[in-house]
Nanobody
Framework: QVQLVESGGGLVQAGASLRLSCSASGGTFSSAAMGWFRQPPGKEREFVAR????????YYAHSVKGRFTISRDNAKNMLYLQMNSLKPEDTAVYYCAADFKYWTSDYSSTYEYAYWGQGTQVTVSS
């Protein structure tokens, strides 16, 4: 059973930076494409970023492109999300997720990811 555990969330002011981490266990981490999603208060979960299994390809939501960077360390079974220039609208619970499928039709869809962490809260004050 794959387990994902996020950490690194917190309360910061607008313009600050945070780095989220996701520790993976119980599966072959290097075989999975990984994603970050977030769920703002009262809203649906939304796609943030995705990275291919070998780290060669990354994809971002328009709202975070240029500010957030997704990365991974397969030797350590770790996924990261570097968040810079944070805005109040980035406030959400952030989740990491794993996609072990050979082919994915819509990498921004939550349905493509079989395994999820419990989430970490990020709050950005204005």
């Amino acid at each position: 059973q794959v387990q994902l555990v996020e950490s690194g969330g917190g309360l910061v002011q607008a313009g600050a930076s945070l780095r989220l981490s996701c520790s993976a266990s119980g599966g072959t981490f290097s075989s999975a494409a990984m994603g970050w999603f977030r769920q703002p208060p009262g809203k649906e979960r939304e796609f943030v970023a995705r990275i291919s299994s070998n780290g060669a390809n990354t994809y971002y939501a328009h709202s975070v492109k240029g500010r957030f960077t997704i990365s991974r360390d397969n030797a350590k079974n770790m996924l990261y999300l570097q968040m810079n220039s944070l805005k109040p609208e980035d406030t959400a619970v952030y989740y990491c997720a794993a996609d072990f499928k050979y082919w994915t039709s819509d990498y921004s869809s939550t349905y493509e990811y079989a395994y999820w962490g419990q989430g970490t809260q990020v709050t950005v004050s204005s």
